[in-house]
């Protein structure tokens, strides 16, 4: 398999090579140049078998210059006991017959983005032996708080990679701060920024583009990468999910081979959802992908009008890691449905750049509207969201899954659709315990209590335990306290390079 880049000037080059790069030179992403396919046979025959065996199952035709013992070595590495405490590892719960909900938390840093971030680091280092790749990988990430987090644990002390995390400053939970701030190992840099999460990314997205940058950390023998979701390598283990969510609907009997179903995605960078787009196209019975957003709802607005428009008050939510105004993954989006007409996808991008929105023709919009639906949930909805599923159904949801439960309620009231769902939880709901104990618990109960008293309260509450990633994060110390601005990102990652060599 050959990857070459949605503006359409890099490429084709094999998976080792597109993972390393991270995103492509020319300031596009990297897509696979053929389609993937299974079989109904293949689908049904993935129901039998373990998490990890599905995972080699789809990685494998994605990564057809790795080894099938690379392969294997790597899901194995990632997936396992050490590091997920169910041994299903993604486990779908469900709530009624008809809907169910995918557990993507059990990873160390308890958010969805472990399942990539857990093997993205051993499928780099793969890569760059196969590539005869010398100097290290310096891996620059901008997070709205669960990146950062993940990708640490993941690249901490993995040898021949460094890691720079900036998040910013005001705009992650308490508890991601922390989880941040007292990050361990010695190859990891962690930096707030001045700003929100769209500064931070395009902070990021700047020294990558930088030849002076680039030539400057190459003096100290490192070259950039990125672990952020336009890495290939962080799309591709996110597809396994889709299909072993589906695998175990029918080893339930909840689904007869072939019979479609719906996922709802609480969705920000549009990197998870994405991954069920090519779950799609790789022949998963999936009827709608449901994007679920918050307030900063401009993907909604872009399924329903074929307008994205970025020129817009950014919020900030109680869902913060979906709050962003690029959502960089719909680049790949809109090269697949375009038949990948790289000079649509460069004028689009141009558009963004230059004036801060594009427009889409309406086939294009057509084709968006018969793949996805959109709606969004403010704070007060979500708050009650995670109420009423506690009602309900006596199950406890984070702030981004009830996003995606509300927006399922509106789905099947405008739609009528009765078919099976699955929504996808993104987070523990420890992780973003305070708005959770709030929904929960009386305001005589909350009011006044730190989030890590809270964590204590919603243990007690809920009888879950507090999981192990999240344990005595207050005792933690703290070992990052640099806080940049936006325009001094540069020296923070010379200023780190430096001290290392
Ligand atoms: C990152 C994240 C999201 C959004 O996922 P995207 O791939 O950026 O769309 C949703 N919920 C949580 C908890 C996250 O960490």
Redesign the pocket.
Known sequence: MLYASTRGNHGPLPAAEAIKLGIAPDGGLFVPTKRVMLSLEDIVAISSLSYQQRAIKILQPYLTDFSMDQIRSSVEKAYNSASFDHSDVAPLTELDTKLSVLEL?HGPTC???DMALQILPHLLVKSMEKTGESAGILILVAT????GKAALEGFKDVPHTAIIVFYPEKGVSEVQKMQMVTQEGGNVGVYAVRGNFDDTQSGVKAIFGDTAMQQAVAGRDFKFSSAN?INWGRLVPQIVYYFSAYADLLARGRVKPGEMVNFV??????????AGFYARQMGLPVHRLVCAANENNVLTDFITSGIYNRNRDFKRTI?P??D?LI?S?LERLLYEITGQDAVRVRQWMADLGDKGFYTVDDATLEQVQSLFWSDYADDAATMLSIKETYRRFGYVV?T?TAVGLHVYDRYRQSTGDERSTVVLS??SPF?FNASVARALLSEEQTAGRDEFALLQMLSDFSGLPVPSGLNGLAQRSVRHTTVVDRDKMPEAVMDFVEARK
């Open positions: 938390w958010a969805f983005k709205s708080g669960d990146t979701s995605v609480p969705t920000g960078n549009f990197g998870n959802i994405l869902s890691s979906m962003i959502s993954n984070d981004h993104t987070a992780k």
